[in-house]
């Protein structure tokens, strides 16, 4: 799936993937089940694929400091307009980096990053200890997620925790995004260079009116928690 299909996207504001409330199992596993608050802090979290997932508003708020990327300005431009906050801006050849600082959005640093998550380097994740990945990985066709997996392991440090969401249906009923993604295929991409827990998996069909209506007889949403060996 290329950049241009999530730019055209953005520019129709077709952006039915955006939940305006906190997800649930961020707040959760990074809540109430999570580091105390005075140990957060040290945490950054890295949102890959990020679009102005609110989110990061509340892992900032809550803490932690947050790296998001993303490929589309819409998406930024409307995140830091609906956070109402003022950013820092800094150009290098593959990517824009907007820096929110903590004093101005009272809340741990945000650094978003516009541009392509596959032009990322080590080095551009300096100090990333989570990651949340929610309809990031699933955004992708079966051969990008091979290299978003690749790409992803290249880019974390041994002891990095990632939070994964996917989701699971019957590929045939439907196109995506966003796409079906089984466990067998999570353990293929991440087997190698990852501890892979699963978390909990449950039918969420029932309360999701716009999969019923184009066709799906089932929609598995299935949470892991991954961590870098
Ligand atoms: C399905 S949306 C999910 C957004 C976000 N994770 C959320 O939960 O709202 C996928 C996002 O990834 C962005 N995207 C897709 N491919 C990308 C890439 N290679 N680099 C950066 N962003 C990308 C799209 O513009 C889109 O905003």
Redesign the pocket.
């Known amino acids: ?1 290329e ?1 241009d299909f ?1 730019h055209n ?2 520019q129709k504001g077709e952006t039915g ?3 305006t409330g906190l997800n649930p199992y961020l707040a959760y596993f990074y809540g109430e089940k999570g580091p105390e608050p005075d140990k957060r802090s040290s945490l950054k979290v890295f ?1 890959p ?3 102005k ?1 609110m ?1 990061m508003q509340w892992l900032s708020k809550s803490g932690y400091a947050v790296i998001g ?4 300005p819409i ?1 930024i431009k409307d995140f830091v307009k609906e956070y109402g906050v003022s950013i820092d801006e800094a150009k290098n050849d593959r990517h824009v980096k907007y820096t929110i600082n903590g004093e101005i959005s009272d809340g741990a640093c945000i650094e978003l990053v516009q ?4 032009d990322l380097t080590e080095a551009d994740l300096e100090g990333v200890t989570d990651v949340f990945d ?3 990985l699933i ?2 066709p079966e051969a990008i997620r091979k290299r978003y997996a690749e790409k992803m392991s290249g880019l974390l440090a041994t002891g990095v925790r990632s939070l994964l969401v996917t989701l699971t249906y019957s590929q045939h009923e439907m196109d995506g ?2 796409f079906s993604v089984t466990e067998d295929e999570v353990n293929t991409l991440y087997g190698d260079n990852f501890k892979i827990e699963k978390i909990l998996a449950k039918d969420i069909l029932s309360n999701e009116q716009k999969f019923q209506e184009l066709g799906l007889t089932s929609l598995i949403e299935t949470v892991y928690k991954l961590t870098r060996l």
């Open positions: 799936m950049l999530w996207r953005w993937f955006h939940q949102v694929l990020c679009g997932s989110d990327v993303e490929c589309s998406a541009g392509d998550f596959f929610r309809a990031s955004a992708l995004p966003p």
